[in-house]
């Protein structure tokens, strides 16, 4: 497969932890970001997978609305104003 050689713009302390990670994991930015997507061409939706997901999957009855989500809050923990 050929090479290609991308410019992108990225906050300065985002690259900076980037860097430490892949130093700390013995490797380099480029293999980082290409795994990185790699993973997100080979997944149709990442998001049900994703740790947060998991913990919170089956939490809520399926058929709750948002609204009644945002009324459970409420009660839970009052007004935020």
Known sequence: ???SKITIRVPLELVEGAKRYARQNRTSLTRLVSEYLRQLSTQSDSLPDAPIVQRLAGSL????SVEEYHE??????????
Do not use: V
């Open 72 to 81: 459970y809050l409420q009660k839970k923990y009052g007004s935020q104003d």
């Open 1 to 3: 497969m050929a090479d």
């Open 61 to 64: 009855p399926q058929n709750t």
